[in-house]
């Protein structure tokens, strides 16, 4: 079955961007290669990602920004209220996300990309619909952002799998997520 998988770098501090989405903080100078993204985007060949982050794409793209050649990829963006217009190449999922991962992970296929942000990374946690998160962790503090995972009371076991270091600091963690899933409520005091 195909897997559903976070592959992601957040600062020291735990943040994926910074309050306005900005990932200036992500340019660093090439000494560690591509850090197993060419590999990884092989593996791949749907990616998921969050309004913010699909609005940030198309951001990029309006001002020249590099942005990747997605190629034979599909991408579903999820939001409660889709733009009017949809980008190229991408289609808006209105379908309950455990329901949608069930349906997706059942399609023949390769894994799939949970590219994020915080919130859409959350609630398909919630749903117990991530199987693997890999964390680069890059070796700056940025002092406030857009947190990893968006802020819930949830408990959610990792299992590691395996850590990376690279020559410029960066350090690579792969994470199974526990198939014994307590309840994402908080625990009573």
């Known amino acids: ?73 599909k991408n579903y963006a999820f939001s409660r209220k889709p733009p009017k217009k949809v980008a190229d190449g991408f289609e808006f999922v209105k379908e309950p996300i455990k329901k949608f991962a069930k349906r997706l992970r059942a399609q023949k296929g390769k894994d799939i990309w949970m590219m994020g942000g915080g919130g859409i990374i959350a609630s398909f946690l919630d749903e117990g619909a991530i199987d693997e998160f890999i964390i680069h962790l890059i070796p700056t503090f940025i002092g406030e952002g857009i947190p990893l995972i968006a802020p819930r009371h949830r408990t959610a076991p990792l299992k590691l799998l395996s850590v990376k270091k690279f020559s410029d600091g960066v350090v690579r963690l792969h994470y199974a997520v526990s198939a014994a899933r307590p309840s994402s409520k908080a625990p009573k005091k």
Not at 23 to 37: I, K, N
Not at 51 to 61: G, S, W
């Open 1 to 73: 079955m195909r897997k559903i998988i976070v592959y992601i770098a957040t600062s020291a501090d735990g943040f994926i961007a910074r309050k306005d989405g900005a990932v200036d903080w992500l340019d660093r100078p090439s000494t560690a290669g591509d850090y197993g993204m060419v590999k990884f985007f092989k593996s791949i060949d749907t990616i998921l990602w969050g309004r913010k982050t699909y609005d940030l794409v198309l951001r990029f793209k309006k001002e020249g920004k590099a942005t990747p050649d997605m190629g034979d990829i």
